[in-house]
Each structure stands twice: as structure tokens, then as C-alpha cells.
């Protein structure tokens, strides 16, 4: 079956240009991640900024909480320059709109954040009619103005970012602690800067779980599909924790709204290094088959049926071959349930004999009882003669 037509076609959004690089429509679904360091320290920023770059990344997100934070961004975009690097920086505003102005000077997206730019949060309740609430929202509108006209001028983007966690007392005394309230808070934005005809604009809905995440955003396309907004989504599971329980939620909420369609730049949030969120925000990519990057290995368990040690042949393969980007490479241990399991695969290295393996193309068995010591550069082999193969540097 070609896993290919059975994918959901990806929905259609607008591309939104961020230094150069564009997110939504076809272009491939962006990388990113964000510093940790304090961004003031520009060599320490500079640093990981250039590990995460080496690791995949795409465009990187920046703490910008004040005015200097946002004037620091010049300095760490020159010091990446001086070294040959370019990579689109996005300042994280959340309270002060002095530092989204100032960032307007600095960065390629300027991250807003509905439930605390302008809005408070002290657990307050607040009571609103529908009237006094119109009245919030063209206060809110008075005062995103002047920011509208700046950015329009400016040329950059903006992502409109609201957490769960991050609801407005406002939003929380109309709309309670919902996936609706997350819609509205980031809704009432879009709708202000859409009538404004400030349209270079990238989505985010987060929350810490993937449940709630998963939900807000299928709510959040139904209700911008309504008022004819093809806005980039941006994914992530905030807040997802380290591990292995960070990597499964990030894997659950990311990856199934990817399965959906649903998703034009994604980030795996954990807590550790920014760089080790790349390879996983990669392999959900590869397991969606929405970002092919590299090989795609199948390999079974390994049973009672196997008679050759799996485990580290399967490291090795994927160790010689990952790079060959495309390409769908199967290690199976046995051929009892072997072949049919890897129909798929364009190379498949099966169990025989004992000590001994066979080597497929697609299903055509090419090489029986091929010495296991040898089979490794035997399949190697295979894919050279069939034009196939890529030395790693040219990757
Ligand atoms: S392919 Fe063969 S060795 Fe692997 S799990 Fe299935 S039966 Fe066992």
C-alpha cells in the first residue's frame, strides 16, 4: 500500500515569510526550538544558537522580556553572520510592548502573547455583559494600534501565541478554563489585526497536555476556516517534561494533528538542551511521512525464530545507511512473517539459516544465504549497483 495517497492532504495556509524563510503552504514543515540561555549573555546564546543550527534546526526562538533583551538580538545576529550563519530569530515577548517594538528592529518574528500582553492575570473574576465585554475588546484594538501600524511597516511577522496556562482573567471570568477561552483569547487578536489587513501571521495553541492541545487546535482551524483565516499553524506540547515522557507527549499531540493535516512549523519542548528537541521533532516529521529526511528502517521485535543477533545489526544498518534519504530499508529476523511485513521496502536484509541472511529487492530475493559477517556490505553493495547509493558527506 503507498502510505503516501494514504495521507491526509496537509491544509492549505498562506505562506508567511520570516527572514527569508517561508512557513505554510508547501514548503516544507519548519524546525524550530528556543534558547535557554539568558539572551542577554550573547556568547552563551550564540553558542547553543549554533549547536541547535547544527542539529537541524531551522529558526530559533529567543527570551526577549525588555527593550535591551530585543537590542541584543542585533548583536547575536551579527556574531552569527561573522560566522556564516543565518538563522531566522524570533523574539519571545510577553508583558512589555516597549520590547515588541524594540524587536521590530531586531528579529524576523516578533512572538505575542494574547493572555499577557495586554490583559492581566492575578485570578481575578471579572464580571462582563456583552457589552462591557465589546468594550474590552476595543480597548484592546485602541491599544494594538499602534503595534499594527509598526509592524506593517516593518515587514516582519508575528506569531500570535496563547497557553493554557496563560488565559487571561479576562478570558477565564468569560470563558472559563477551556479550549474555547483558548481559541477567543487568540481569535480576538487575529480578528483585530485581520481587519487591520496585518495578515503575516503564524498560530500557536499549547498546553502542557496533549489532550487539551490536540483539541484547541482542531477547534481553532474550525473556527478560522469559519471566518476565512489560512493562517500557518505552529505545533508543540509545552511544558512536556524530559525523556521519554516529553518525547511522548510532544509525540501524541504534534503527531497527530500532523496526521490531520494541521501543522506548518513544529517544536518538541523538553526539559533539557534545546538541541536534543531537534532529532525528535524529525522523527515525528519521518514518522508522519510528513518530512522525509532521511531512511525509513522496518524492523520486527525479533522472536524465537530469529538466529542472528538483530539488535546490533539494525544499529549498524542505520548507522551505514540513515542518510539515504527516501529510501525504505527493512531488517527482518526471520522470513516466516518477514516478507509480507516488509512489502514495503525497497531493500529488505532477512534471517535465514542459521548465521546467515538473504537480501532483498523490493520482494525479489536477490541474494540467498549470504554469510552474515559479509551481509552488511553485501547490501551496501546492492544499493551501489543499483544507483542508489549516496556517499554521507554529499548529503
Ligand atoms: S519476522 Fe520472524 S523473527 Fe521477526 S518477529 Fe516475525 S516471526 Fe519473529
Known sequence: MDVFAALKPRRKTRVVNVGGMGIGGDDPIRVQTMTNT???????TVAQIKACVQAGTEL?????????????????????LADGIFVPLIADIHFLPAAAFEALKWADKIRLNPGNLLDGKIFRVLEFNDASYAKEIERIEENLLPFIEAVKKSGKALRIGCNHGSLSDRILSRFGDTS???????????????????NDIVVALKASDPLIMIESNRLLIDTMDKEGMDYPIHLGVT??????????????????????????TIRVSLTEDPVKEIPTCYGILQATHRR???????SCPSCGRTLFDIEPVTNIIKERMGHLKGLRVAVMGCIVNGLGEMADADYGYVGGAHGQVSLYRKKELVKRNVPEKE??????NLIKSDGLWIEEKEV
Open 38 to 44: 539568558d539572551t542577554l549573555d550573547t556568547v552563551a
Open 60 to 80: 530559533i526562538r529567543l527570551t526577549t522580556p525588555t527593550p535591551k533583551h530585543a537590542q541584543a538580538l542585533g548583536s547575536i545576529r551579527e556574531m552569527l
Open 180 to 198: 474555547f477561552g483558548m481559541v477567543e483569547s487568540t481569535m480576538e487578536y487575529l480578528r483585530i489585526f485581520k481587519k487591520h489587513e496585518f
Open 239 to 264: 511544558e512536556a517534561g524530559n525523556g521519554e515522557e516529553g518525547r511522548a507527549k510532544s509525540t501524541l499531540g504534534i503527531g497527530t494533528l500532523l496526521l490531520e493535516g494541521i501543522g506548518d
Open 292 to 298: 522525509i529526511t532521511r531512511t525509513e528502517f522496518i
Open 375 to 380: 551481509a552488511v556490505d553485501e547490501l551496501i
